[in-house]
């Protein structure tokens, strides 16, 4: 996805970021209900240049922490999306195998946007910094 970004910002294009990742972000019903904002998003939120979203995809691509994964030490909550096309759908389960004290949650039927989409995310979210305050304090 990031390819497919960094070629848009190169042409300019704002409208086929926007629309692409619309597309990879969320599931096709939302994406159908709000495709037809995108232009109108375009023209209002387009950035004077393109140039640090260029910067910051090309670290996304090229910047390699995974290694450092392992030393997290604290509670680390991994909530992905089952068919995330931006990252990967099996991104989360990765990078969960990699955090020493970690808890994983997959929403199947979403992309990346499933912090938007899924109804529990918050509650999930609360639950588990209320688990691990909890303990902590124990």
């Known amino acids: 996805m990031i390819t497919t970004w960094l070629e848009a910002a190169s042409k300019n294009d704002y409208q086929a970021i926007l629309f692409e ?3 990879s972000t969320y599931a096709p019903n939302k994406v ?27 670290a996304c691509l090229n910047h390699d922490s995974w290694d450092e994964l392992k030393h997290i030490i604290a ?3 991994v909530i992905g999306g089952g068919e995330d096309h ?6 989360s389960t990765q990078l969960a195998s990699q955090i020493p004290n970690v808890q994983l949650h997959t929403y199947e039927e979403l ?11 918050q509650k999930r979210v609360v639950s588990f910094l ?3 305050h909890n303990k902590k304090n124990a």
């Open 21 to 23: 990742t619309l597309k």
């Open 130 to 132: 209320k688990d691990n």
């Open 32 to 58: 159908k209900q709000m495709k037809g904002w995108v232009p109108i998003l375009a023209r209002l939120t387009k950035p004077k240049s393109l140039q640090n979203f260029i910067v910051q995809a090309n």
């Open 75 to 77: 509670p680390t909550l």
């Open 111 to 121: 992309g990346h946007g499933a912090f938007e989409e899924a109804t529990d995310f």
């Open 86 to 91: 931006i990252v990967g759908p099996n991104t």
